[in-house]
Protein backbone atom coordinates (compact mmCIF):
# COMPACT_ATOMS: atom_id res chain seq x y z
CA UNK A 1 0.00 0.00 0.00
CA UNK A 2 1.34 3.36 -1.18
CA UNK A 3 0.45 5.07 1.98
CA UNK A 4 1.28 2.66 4.46
CA UNK A 5 5.08 3.88 5.35
CA UNK A 6 3.69 7.61 4.66
CA UNK A 7 0.79 7.13 7.91
CA UNK A 8 3.38 5.24 9.31
CA UNK A 9 6.10 8.24 9.44
CA UNK A 10 2.91 10.81 9.97
CA UNK A 11 1.90 8.52 12.94
CA UNK A 12 5.61 8.99 14.25
CA UNK A 13 5.93 12.76 14.17
CA UNK A 14 2.59 13.05 15.77
CA UNK A 15 3.38 11.15 18.75
CA UNK A 16 6.13 13.29 19.45
CA UNK A 17 4.12 16.44 18.91
CA UNK A 18 1.54 14.80 21.38
CA UNK A 19 4.82 14.88 23.71
CA UNK A 20 5.66 18.30 23.28
CA UNK A 21 2.35 19.65 24.29
CA UNK A 22 2.96 18.44 27.79
CA UNK A 23 5.62 21.26 28.24
CA UNK A 24 3.00 24.38 27.98
CA UNK A 25 0.37 22.32 29.90
CA UNK A 26 2.87 22.26 33.09
CA UNK A 27 3.37 26.06 32.25
CA UNK A 28 -0.34 26.63 32.48
CA UNK A 29 -0.23 24.37 35.74
CA UNK A 30 2.62 26.85 37.15
CA UNK A 31 0.92 30.04 36.51
CA UNK A 32 -2.15 29.14 37.69
CA UNK A 33 -4.14 28.52 34.02
CA UNK A 34 -6.98 26.30 33.66
CA UNK A 35 -5.60 25.69 29.80
CA UNK A 36 -3.62 23.03 30.99
CA UNK A 37 -6.55 20.96 30.51
CA UNK A 38 -6.48 21.71 26.83
CA UNK A 39 -3.06 20.68 26.25
CA UNK A 40 -3.51 17.38 27.94
CA UNK A 41 -7.00 16.85 26.43
CA UNK A 42 -5.09 17.79 22.78
CA UNK A 43 -2.11 15.79 23.83
CA UNK A 44 -4.06 12.60 24.75
CA UNK A 45 -6.46 13.25 21.07
CA UNK A 46 -3.04 13.82 18.72
CA UNK A 47 -1.56 10.85 20.93
CA UNK A 48 -4.32 8.20 20.65
CA UNK A 49 -4.33 9.09 16.10
CA UNK A 50 -0.19 9.32 15.97
CA UNK A 51 -0.50 5.42 18.18
CA UNK A 52 -2.94 4.13 16.02
CA UNK A 53 -1.40 5.29 12.59
CA UNK A 54 2.06 3.51 13.63
CA UNK A 55 -0.18 0.14 14.80
CA UNK A 56 -1.90 0.29 11.40
CA UNK A 57 0.61 1.11 9.05
CA UNK A 58 3.75 -0.80 11.24
CA UNK A 59 6.04 -2.53 8.51
CA UNK A 60 9.55 -4.20 9.28
CA UNK A 61 11.55 -2.06 7.04
CA UNK A 62 9.81 0.95 6.17
CA UNK A 63 10.50 2.37 2.65
CA UNK A 64 9.90 5.54 1.02
CA UNK A 65 9.95 6.52 -2.90
CA UNK A 66 10.16 9.89 -4.75
CA UNK A 67 6.21 9.41 -5.18
CA UNK A 68 5.73 8.49 -1.32
CA UNK A 69 8.32 11.52 -0.26
CA UNK A 70 5.94 14.33 -2.07
CA UNK A 71 3.13 13.18 -0.50
CA UNK A 72 4.63 12.56 3.46
CA UNK A 73 6.17 16.21 2.79
CA UNK A 74 3.04 17.73 1.87
CA UNK A 75 0.65 15.95 4.29
CA UNK A 76 2.98 15.84 7.40
CA UNK A 77 3.23 19.23 7.76
CA UNK A 78 -1.08 19.43 7.32
CA UNK A 79 -1.50 16.95 9.73
CA UNK A 80 1.23 17.93 12.09
CA UNK A 81 -0.79 21.90 11.87
CA UNK A 82 -3.56 20.38 12.11
CA UNK A 83 -3.19 18.56 15.35
CA UNK A 84 -1.36 21.19 16.66
CA UNK A 85 -4.43 23.55 16.45
CA UNK A 86 -6.64 21.71 19.06
CA UNK A 87 -5.10 23.56 21.82
CA UNK A 88 -5.66 26.94 20.67
CA UNK A 89 -9.55 25.57 19.83
CA UNK A 90 -9.91 24.24 23.12
CA UNK A 91 -8.12 27.20 25.09
CA UNK A 92 -10.10 29.80 27.37
CA UNK A 93 -9.44 31.94 24.14
CA UNK A 94 -12.50 30.53 22.19
CA UNK A 95 -10.63 30.65 19.02
CA UNK A 96 -12.39 29.98 15.97
CA UNK A 97 -11.33 26.73 13.66
CA UNK A 98 -10.05 29.19 11.52
CA UNK A 99 -8.18 31.18 13.63
CA UNK A 100 -6.91 28.41 15.36
CA UNK A 101 -5.11 26.87 12.13
CA UNK A 102 -4.15 30.17 11.38
CA UNK A 103 -2.38 30.39 13.81
CA UNK A 104 -1.07 26.79 14.11
CA UNK A 105 0.45 27.22 10.07
CA UNK A 106 1.58 30.07 11.18
CA UNK A 107 3.87 28.81 13.92
CA UNK A 108 5.16 25.30 12.20
CA UNK A 109 5.70 27.47 9.36
CA UNK A 110 7.82 29.60 11.40
CA UNK A 111 5.61 32.59 8.90
CA UNK A 112 4.99 34.54 11.84
CA UNK A 113 1.63 36.00 11.40
CA UNK A 114 -0.84 36.00 14.27
CA UNK A 115 -4.61 36.15 14.83
CA UNK A 116 -3.67 37.14 18.78
CA UNK A 117 -4.24 40.96 19.42
CA UNK A 118 -3.84 40.81 23.09
CA UNK A 119 -0.49 39.36 23.92
CA UNK A 120 -0.12 40.65 27.38
CA UNK A 121 -3.10 38.78 28.67
CA UNK A 122 -2.59 35.63 26.69
CA UNK A 123 -1.70 32.32 28.71
CA UNK A 124 1.67 31.71 29.57
CA UNK A 125 0.70 28.68 27.57
CA UNK A 126 -0.31 29.28 24.72
CA UNK A 127 2.46 31.94 24.12
CA UNK A 128 5.37 28.84 24.67
CA UNK A 129 3.63 27.08 22.60
CA UNK A 130 3.36 29.61 19.85
CA UNK A 131 7.22 29.41 20.50
CA UNK A 132 8.06 25.49 20.33
CA UNK A 133 5.93 25.29 17.13
CA UNK A 134 8.26 27.57 15.41
CA UNK A 135 10.86 26.00 17.02
CA UNK A 136 9.66 22.70 15.69
CA UNK A 137 9.21 23.97 12.05
CA UNK A 138 12.44 25.56 11.88
CA UNK A 139 14.56 22.12 13.00
CA UNK A 140 11.84 20.37 10.36
CA UNK A 141 12.59 22.52 7.18
CA UNK A 142 16.40 22.75 7.99
CA UNK A 143 16.06 18.59 7.63
CA UNK A 144 13.89 18.75 4.52
CA UNK A 145 15.89 20.84 2.72
CA UNK A 146 18.63 18.50 3.37
CA UNK A 147 17.30 15.20 2.59
CA UNK A 148 14.03 15.84 0.90
CA UNK A 149 14.15 18.36 -1.18
CA UNK A 150 17.44 17.49 -3.03
CA UNK A 151 16.23 14.12 -4.28
CA UNK A 152 12.92 15.45 -5.14
CA UNK A 153 14.75 18.64 -7.23
CA UNK A 154 12.30 20.88 -6.35
CA UNK A 155 13.61 24.32 -7.34
CA UNK A 156 16.91 23.60 -8.26
CA UNK A 157 17.39 22.07 -3.86
CA UNK A 158 19.38 19.12 -6.46
CA UNK A 159 22.64 21.94 -6.31
CA UNK A 160 22.52 21.02 -2.61
CA UNK A 161 22.48 16.47 -2.97
CA UNK A 162 24.73 14.93 -0.08
CA UNK A 163 25.57 12.34 -2.10
CA UNK A 164 27.07 13.72 -5.33
CA UNK A 165 30.63 12.62 -4.17
CA UNK A 166 32.00 11.36 -1.34
CA UNK A 167 34.66 14.01 -0.61
CA UNK A 168 30.86 16.30 0.01
CA UNK A 169 29.69 14.20 2.99
CA UNK A 170 30.48 16.13 6.06
CA UNK A 171 29.50 13.11 7.78
CA UNK A 172 29.46 9.48 6.72
CA UNK A 173 26.14 8.57 8.33
CA UNK A 174 22.59 10.38 8.13
CA UNK A 175 21.74 9.74 11.78
CA UNK A 176 24.57 11.15 12.48
CA UNK A 177 24.38 14.29 10.67
CA UNK A 178 21.07 14.91 11.33
CA UNK A 179 21.89 14.24 15.55
CA UNK A 180 25.17 17.14 14.60
CA UNK A 181 22.49 19.36 13.29
CA UNK A 182 20.58 19.00 16.53
CA UNK A 183 23.00 20.26 18.74
CA UNK A 184 23.82 22.85 16.70
CA UNK A 185 20.32 23.79 16.81
CA UNK A 186 20.21 23.47 20.32
CA UNK A 187 23.51 25.35 20.90
CA UNK A 188 22.11 28.42 19.35
CA UNK A 189 18.99 28.55 21.36
CA UNK A 190 20.61 27.70 24.12
CA UNK A 191 23.15 30.58 23.81
CA UNK A 192 20.41 33.00 22.69
CA UNK A 193 18.27 32.20 25.88
CA UNK A 194 20.99 33.32 28.01
CA UNK A 195 22.28 36.07 26.36
CA UNK A 196 18.60 37.54 26.10
CA UNK A 197 18.29 36.80 30.10
CA UNK A 198 21.62 38.42 30.76
CA UNK A 199 20.95 41.74 28.94
CA UNK A 200 17.21 41.71 30.56
CA UNK A 201 14.77 39.29 29.47
CA UNK A 202 12.38 37.71 31.98
CA UNK A 203 13.48 33.88 31.82
CA UNK A 204 10.18 32.96 30.49
CA UNK A 205 10.44 35.83 27.57
CA UNK A 206 14.33 34.70 26.84
CA UNK A 207 13.21 30.56 26.27
CA UNK A 208 9.98 31.81 24.26
CA UNK A 209 11.92 34.04 21.88
CA UNK A 210 15.42 32.51 21.69
CA UNK A 211 13.00 29.24 20.38
CA UNK A 212 11.53 31.93 17.25
CA UNK A 213 14.93 33.58 17.16
CA UNK A 214 16.75 30.68 16.18
CA UNK A 215 13.64 29.61 14.08
CA UNK A 216 13.59 32.74 12.03
CA UNK A 217 9.95 32.82 13.52
CA UNK A 218 9.57 35.83 15.28
CA UNK A 219 6.42 34.94 17.13
CA UNK A 220 6.96 37.28 20.25
CA UNK A 221 5.20 37.58 23.76
CA UNK A 222 4.30 41.24 23.05
CA UNK A 223 1.83 42.87 20.86
CA UNK A 224 4.72 45.45 19.83
CA UNK A 225 7.42 42.70 19.54
CA UNK A 226 11.05 44.01 20.35
CA UNK A 227 9.67 47.54 20.55
CA UNK A 228 8.45 46.42 24.04
CA UNK A 229 11.94 46.23 25.54
CA UNK A 230 14.00 49.30 24.08
CA UNK A 231 17.10 47.94 24.58
CA UNK A 232 19.71 48.29 21.71
CA UNK A 233 21.69 44.93 23.28
CA UNK A 234 18.65 42.91 23.12
CA UNK A 235 18.01 44.47 19.63
CA UNK A 236 22.09 43.28 18.42
CA UNK A 237 21.16 39.76 20.06
CA UNK A 238 18.64 39.17 17.90
CA UNK A 239 20.15 40.07 15.14
CA UNK A 240 23.46 38.12 15.66
CA UNK A 241 21.26 34.83 16.40
CA UNK A 242 18.93 36.07 13.15
CA UNK A 243 21.86 35.39 10.73
CA UNK A 244 23.00 32.26 12.60
CA UNK A 245 19.73 31.21 11.45
CA UNK A 246 19.82 32.40 8.04
CA UNK A 247 22.86 30.58 7.19
CA UNK A 248 23.59 26.52 5.82
CA UNK A 249 23.25 24.35 8.94
CA UNK A 250 25.50 21.94 6.93
CA UNK A 251 28.46 24.51 6.94
CA UNK A 252 28.38 24.75 10.29
CA UNK A 253 29.15 21.04 10.50
CA UNK A 254 31.87 21.20 8.35
CA UNK A 255 33.28 24.24 10.62
CA UNK A 256 33.00 21.85 13.15
CA UNK A 257 34.70 18.74 11.47
CA UNK A 258 37.66 21.41 10.69
CA UNK A 259 36.81 23.21 7.64
CA UNK A 260 36.32 26.54 9.28
CA UNK A 261 36.96 28.96 5.96
CA UNK A 262 33.98 26.70 4.28
CA UNK A 263 31.00 28.86 5.86
CA UNK A 264 32.79 31.83 4.06
CA UNK A 265 33.74 30.67 1.20
CA UNK A 266 30.24 29.55 0.78
CA UNK A 267 29.00 32.11 -2.51
CA UNK A 268 25.83 31.96 -0.95
CA UNK A 269 26.98 33.17 2.77
CA UNK A 270 28.93 36.07 1.24
CA UNK A 271 26.23 36.89 -0.92
CA UNK A 272 23.47 37.16 1.68
CA UNK A 273 25.63 38.85 4.50
CA UNK A 274 26.60 41.56 1.94
CA UNK A 275 23.45 42.31 0.58
CA UNK A 276 22.20 42.40 4.62
CA UNK A 277 24.60 45.06 4.57
CA UNK A 278 23.82 46.69 1.59
CA UNK A 279 20.66 46.62 2.41
CA UNK A 280 21.23 47.77 5.94
CA UNK A 281 23.42 51.28 4.72
CA UNK A 282 20.48 52.38 2.19
CA UNK A 283 17.76 52.25 5.02
CA UNK A 284 20.31 53.98 7.02
CA UNK A 285 20.91 56.01 4.91
CA UNK A 286 17.05 57.43 3.91
CA UNK A 287 16.07 57.44 7.76
CA UNK A 288 18.98 59.99 8.30
CA UNK A 289 19.11 61.90 4.97
CA UNK A 290 14.85 62.56 5.82
CA UNK A 291 15.63 63.46 9.46
CA UNK A 292 13.45 60.42 10.52
CA UNK A 293 15.66 59.04 13.34
CA UNK A 294 19.19 60.03 14.02
CA UNK A 295 22.30 57.82 13.05
CA UNK A 296 22.66 55.87 15.81
CA UNK A 297 19.06 54.92 15.96
CA UNK A 298 18.68 55.08 11.94
CA UNK A 299 21.32 52.36 11.92
CA UNK A 300 20.56 50.05 14.88
CA UNK A 301 16.78 50.34 13.65
CA UNK A 302 17.76 49.52 9.71
CA UNK A 303 19.79 46.42 10.80
CA UNK A 304 17.21 45.09 12.81
CA UNK A 305 14.07 45.10 10.67
CA UNK A 306 16.66 44.84 7.51
CA UNK A 307 17.35 41.42 8.98
CA UNK A 308 14.27 40.34 10.79
CA UNK A 309 12.46 40.64 7.14
CA UNK A 310 15.06 39.40 5.20
CA UNK A 311 15.16 36.37 7.28
CA UNK A 312 11.31 35.87 7.46
CA UNK A 313 11.54 35.83 11.26
CA UNK A 314 9.28 38.70 10.78
CA UNK A 315 10.53 40.76 14.73
CA UNK A 316 9.48 44.91 14.77
CA UNK A 317 11.04 47.36 17.12
CA UNK A 318 9.36 50.18 15.33
CA UNK A 319 6.58 50.27 12.49
CA UNK A 320 8.12 51.09 9.60
CA UNK A 321 4.87 51.93 7.92
CA UNK A 322 5.51 55.47 9.62
CA UNK A 323 9.16 55.74 7.47
CA UNK A 324 7.35 56.65 4.51
CA UNK A 325 6.14 55.01 0.86
CA UNK A 326 10.25 54.52 0.04
CA UNK A 327 10.34 52.19 3.46
CA UNK A 328 7.05 50.62 2.35
CA UNK A 329 8.33 49.53 -0.54
CA UNK A 330 11.77 48.67 0.37
CA UNK A 331 10.46 46.23 2.89
CA UNK A 332 8.40 44.43 0.71
CA UNK A 333 10.63 43.58 -1.83
CA UNK A 334 12.74 42.74 0.51
CA UNK A 335 10.69 39.86 2.30
CA UNK A 336 10.84 37.73 -0.85
CA UNK A 337 14.54 37.45 -0.98
CA UNK A 338 15.11 35.08 2.13
CA UNK A 339 18.39 33.45 3.23
CA UNK A 340 20.21 30.20 2.76
CA UNK A 341 19.03 27.08 1.21
CA UNK A 342 19.90 24.99 4.36
CA UNK A 343 19.01 27.05 6.44
CA UNK A 344 15.68 28.09 9.28
CA UNK A 345 14.87 31.06 6.71
CA UNK A 346 11.84 30.90 3.75
CA UNK A 347 11.49 32.89 0.58
CA UNK A 348 13.06 32.45 -2.50
CA UNK A 349 16.23 32.23 -0.70
CA UNK A 350 19.79 33.83 -2.32
CA UNK A 351 21.65 30.74 -4.33
CA UNK A 352 18.15 31.42 -6.89
CA UNK A 353 19.08 34.69 -7.17
CA UNK A 354 22.43 34.05 -7.92
CA UNK A 355 21.92 30.90 -10.49
CA UNK A 356 19.23 33.19 -12.14
CA UNK A 357 22.08 35.68 -12.39
CA UNK A 358 24.60 33.28 -13.83
CA UNK A 359 22.12 32.46 -15.95
CA UNK A 360 21.52 35.94 -17.46
CA UNK A 361 25.17 36.84 -17.92
CA UNK A 362 25.93 33.97 -20.04
CA UNK A 363 22.68 34.89 -21.82
CA UNK A 364 24.32 37.82 -22.93
CA UNK A 365 27.59 36.79 -23.65
CA UNK A 366 25.93 33.81 -26.40
CA UNK A 367 23.73 37.19 -27.78
CA UNK A 368 27.17 38.68 -27.91
CA UNK A 369 29.17 35.99 -29.63
CA UNK A 370 26.54 33.37 -30.60
CA UNK A 371 29.24 30.61 -31.92
CA UNK A 372 30.73 30.46 -28.31
CA UNK A 373 30.37 28.15 -25.69
CA UNK A 374 29.44 29.46 -22.27
CA UNK A 375 28.29 27.45 -19.18
CA UNK A 376 26.74 29.46 -15.90
CA UNK A 377 28.38 28.33 -12.99
CA UNK A 378 27.63 28.41 -8.96
CA UNK A 379 29.70 28.36 -6.55
CA UNK A 380 32.44 27.48 -9.01
CA UNK A 381 30.59 24.46 -10.30
CA UNK A 382 29.29 24.22 -13.72
CA UNK A 383 25.47 24.52 -13.71
CA UNK A 384 24.71 21.73 -15.81
CA UNK A 385 21.59 19.37 -16.24
CA UNK A 386 18.38 20.51 -15.35
CA UNK A 387 19.26 22.83 -12.61
CA UNK A 388 18.47 26.39 -14.18
CA UNK A 389 15.61 25.17 -15.54
CA UNK A 390 14.27 24.19 -12.18
CA UNK A 391 15.09 27.40 -10.99
CA UNK A 392 13.54 29.62 -13.18
CA UNK A 393 10.53 27.22 -13.14
CA UNK A 394 10.34 27.93 -9.49
CA UNK A 395 10.66 31.93 -10.09
CA UNK A 396 7.59 31.86 -12.68
CA UNK A 397 5.52 29.45 -10.12
CA UNK A 398 6.59 32.34 -7.20
CA UNK A 399 5.25 34.93 -9.39
CA UNK A 400 1.77 33.01 -10.39
CA UNK A 401 1.42 31.61 -7.13
CA UNK A 402 1.60 35.43 -5.54
CA UNK A 403 -0.79 37.05 -8.24
CA UNK A 404 -3.88 34.36 -7.65
CA UNK A 405 -3.51 34.80 -3.84
CA UNK A 406 -3.67 38.29 -4.12
CA UNK A 407 -6.57 37.97 -6.57
CA UNK A 408 -8.09 35.44 -4.37
CA UNK A 409 -7.92 37.94 -1.35
CA UNK A 410 -9.09 41.02 -3.19
CA UNK A 411 -12.12 38.76 -4.32
CA UNK A 412 -12.65 38.29 -0.58
CA UNK A 413 -13.03 41.64 -0.20
CA UNK A 414 -9.83 42.97 0.97
CA UNK A 415 -8.34 46.17 -0.07
CA UNK A 416 -5.27 46.70 -2.90
CA UNK A 417 -2.23 46.76 0.00
CA UNK A 418 -3.91 43.91 2.51
CA UNK A 419 -4.15 41.54 -0.41
CA UNK A 420 -1.01 42.06 -2.17
CA UNK A 421 1.13 42.35 0.71
CA UNK A 422 -0.91 39.20 2.66
CA UNK A 423 -0.23 37.25 -0.43
CA UNK A 424 3.72 38.11 -0.39
CA UNK A 425 4.19 37.08 3.48
CA UNK A 426 2.36 34.16 3.07
CA UNK A 427 4.21 32.66 0.51
CA UNK A 428 7.27 34.19 1.73
CA UNK A 429 6.70 33.54 5.10
CA UNK A 430 7.63 36.53 6.47
CA UNK A 431 5.04 37.46 9.13
CA UNK A 432 3.54 41.20 9.08
CA UNK A 433 2.61 42.32 6.06
CA UNK A 434 1.94 45.93 5.18
CA UNK A 435 -1.00 48.63 5.76
CA UNK A 436 -3.03 49.35 8.81
CA UNK A 437 -4.72 45.56 9.16
CA UNK A 438 -1.65 43.14 9.05
CA UNK A 439 1.35 45.28 9.08
CA UNK A 440 3.81 45.63 11.83
CA UNK A 441 1.64 47.28 14.44
CA UNK A 442 -1.78 45.20 13.32
CA UNK A 443 -2.72 41.33 13.82
CA UNK A 444 -4.48 39.40 10.70
CA UNK A 445 -7.81 38.94 13.08
CA UNK A 446 -9.84 41.02 11.59
CA UNK A 447 -9.85 39.47 8.42
CA UNK A 448 -12.59 37.25 7.23
CA UNK A 449 -12.55 33.46 8.17
CA UNK A 450 -11.88 32.59 4.00
CA UNK A 451 -8.82 35.14 3.58
CA UNK A 452 -8.00 32.97 6.60
CA UNK A 453 -7.36 29.58 4.95
CA UNK A 454 -6.54 31.29 1.78
CA UNK A 455 -3.65 32.35 3.46
CA UNK A 456 -3.07 29.27 5.31
CA UNK A 457 -2.29 27.45 2.40
CA UNK A 458 -0.24 30.25 0.82
CA UNK A 459 2.09 29.60 3.71
CA UNK A 460 1.95 26.09 3.53
CA UNK A 461 3.14 26.19 -0.21
CA UNK A 462 5.73 28.81 0.36
CA UNK A 463 7.40 26.32 3.17
CA UNK A 464 7.40 23.72 0.91
CA UNK A 465 9.09 25.01 -1.79
CA UNK A 466 5.13 25.93 -4.18
CA UNK A 467 6.46 22.94 -6.25
CA UNK A 468 5.91 19.86 -3.32
CA UNK A 469 2.18 21.33 -2.98
CA UNK A 470 1.60 21.75 -6.40
CA UNK A 471 2.25 18.24 -7.41
CA UNK A 472 0.03 17.06 -5.97
CA UNK A 473 -2.68 18.60 -7.30
CA UNK A 474 -2.27 17.05 -10.65
CA UNK A 475 -3.90 14.33 -11.53
CA UNK A 476 -0.87 12.94 -12.93
CA UNK A 477 1.01 12.37 -10.14
CA UNK A 478 -1.80 9.76 -8.54
CA UNK A 479 -1.45 7.87 -11.85
CA UNK A 480 -0.70 4.17 -10.91
Given at each position: ??????????????????????????????????????????????????????????????????????????????????????????????????????????????????????????P??????????????????????????????????????????????????????A????????????????????F???????????M????????????????????????????????????????????????????????????????????????T???????????????R???????????G???????????????????????????????????????????????????I????????????????????????????????????T?????????F????????????????????????????????????????????????????????????L????????
Amino acid sequence: MILAPVLFIIGIFLTMLSISMTIPAFVDLYYGSDDWIAFMFSAVCTAFFGIAMILGNHTKTPTINRKQAFILTAFSWIALAGFAALPFYFSSMEMSAADSFFESMSGITTTGSTVIDNLYATPKGILIWRAILQWIGGIGIIVMAISVLPMLKVGGMQLFRLESSEKEKVLPRATQMATSIAFIYLFFTAACMVTYKIFGMTTFDAIAHAMTTIATGGFSTYDTSFGHYHTPELEYTAVFFMLCGCLPFMLYLRALTGSWRALFKDTQVRCFLSLITIFTFFATFYLTMHSILPFEEALRRALFNVTSIMSGTGYANADYMLWGPVAVGFFFFLGCIGGCAGSTTCGIKIFRFQVLYAVAVTQIRQLIAPNGVFIPRYNGKLLTGDIPTSVMSFFFIFALTFVLLSLALSFIGLDFITSVSGAITAISNVGPGLGDIIGPAGTFKPLPDSAKWVLSFGMLMGRLELFTVIVLLSRYFWRS
